[in-house]
Structures are given as structure tokens and as C-alpha cells.
């Protein structure tokens, strides 16, 4: 396998494990990151496929070993529980930080615009997901902030909520406990298959609704 031919293959398996997929759309991005990266002729669409085919049965292959509720069915019960506590809880917004931030503003926005405000904000972006796919020490950050105050005692003690709902949702932490680091999700490995309602998560209507419905 060439150099090119491995960093599409990588692209492509980060793309079905992550789970939110399916085998059209991952075909779709996989395209387009070809194009950005000039790389028309170094596969063909026929080897796309295969190795989209290959990734996704051994993923099903794996996950017929995992102990249920899986690690990532864990944190989506933690953010659901979050987002009943007021705190604008994000799963995969975008790919850096500040897309990040940019996706909880639009949310907080919304319930402004309603005369409510959140307690508090936490989500992880694309290059903290990719870091729950590592064979050895996975885990996934948090960023996390009171969007409504400038007091780190306000943003620290959005932070000790956090990290109390996902410890009793079996999950672990580590944090310094400082308004500036982020939470650490540790031994985390990302375990989720591709199903329909998986991109439901990635609907943040859906949460600055749900959190007017609670307010």
C-alpha cells in the first residue's frame, strides 16, 4: 500500500468506526478529501468501496465483544443527562475547538432568544474523537465553560457537574480542577456501529429544545 493509498485507508476506517455513517456518505467524504488533497488516480472507486466493506465487518466483527452499555453508550447517556441539568452538552462539533465553541453559541443563541440561558457548556470536535481511537491508552477530552460568567470558580463548578454525571454513569476522569484544563474521559475506547439514529446526537436543534422544554 502506498503512502497515499494509506492515508485514504486511515480516513477510512476513523470514518466507520466513528459510527455516524453510512457506507454512501463515507464513499461521499472519502471523494471529497481526495479532491482537497489531489489525489484523483491514486484509488479507484471500486477499492474505496472494498475497504469500506472490509472496515465495517471488522467493526462488527469487534463488537460482538463489547460489554454493554458500551463506553459510548455511556457518554451519551451522561451528555442526555447534562442537557437536563441546562448544560449545553455537544457530541462531535466539527473538527477544531473553535468550531466547537461556534456550534454551543449557536445553541445558546436560541435559548436567549426564548429569555433562558444554559448553566454551562461541554462538547468534544473531531480531533478529540480521533484521539479515542488509539490501540493503547484511549481517552477523549471535554472543553466546558460557563459561557455566562467570567468567574473561573462559575466555569469550575460547571466542570465538578461534569465530571459528577459521568462518573455515575461508569465513566472515568481525570482533571486538574482548574477553569482552564480540560476534562479527560480516560481509558475510553470510541465503540459505536453505524445505525440510522446515531446522526440523531448530532442534532443540536434537538437540545436547545429539549433544554426550553426543561427550563
Not at 50 to 67: G, P, Y
Request: with cysteine; charged share 30%; glycine share 4%.
Amino acid at each position: 500500500m502506498t503512502e497515499e493509498q494509506k492515508f485514504i485507508a486511515d480516513s477510512i476506517s476513523y470514518l466507520v468506526k466513528s459510527g455516524f455513517w453510512d457506507t454512501e456518505e463515507i464513499a461521499e467524504f472519502i471523494a471529497e478529501e481526495i479532491r482537497d488533497n489531489e489525489l484523483e488516480g491514486t484509488v479507484s472507486d471500486k477499492w474505496i468501496q472494498e475497504m469500506i466493506q472490509k472496515e465495517q465487518r471488522q467493526l462488527l466483527k469487534a463488537s460482538k465483544n463489547w460489554h454493554v452499555p458500551t463506553t459510548t453508550q455511556k457518554l451519551i447517556k451522561a451528555f442526555d443527562q447534562l442537557v437536563e441539568h441546562n448544560i449545553i452538552a455537544l457530541h462531535y462539533t466539527g473538527y477544531t475547538v473553535d468550531d466547537g465553541y461556534y456550534e454551543v453559541e449557536q445553541v445558546e443563541t436560541k435559548l436567549v432568544a426564548k429569555g433562558k440561558k444554559s448553566a454551562g457548556i461541554c462538547f468534544y470536535h473531531e480531533q478529540d474523537l480521533q484521539r479515542a481511537f488509539r490501540e493503547k491508552d484511549p481517552f477523549l477530552t471535554l472543553a466546558f465553560q460557563d459561557m455566562n460568567s467570567e468567574k473561573d470558580e462559575d466555569s469550575i463548578a460547571v466542570g465538578k457537574k461534569i465530571i459528577e454525571i459521568l462518573n455515575k454513569n461508569g465513566l472515568h476522569t481525570e482533571w486538574d480542577e482548574s477553569a482552564t484544563q480540560k476534562i479527560s474521559i480516560v481509558n475510553f475506547p470510541w465503540q459505536q456501529t453505524y445505525k440510522p439514529e446515531n446522526t440523531l446526537i448530532l442534532d443540536y436543534d434537538t437540545v436547545a429544545e429539549t433544554m426550553l422544554k426543561n427550563a
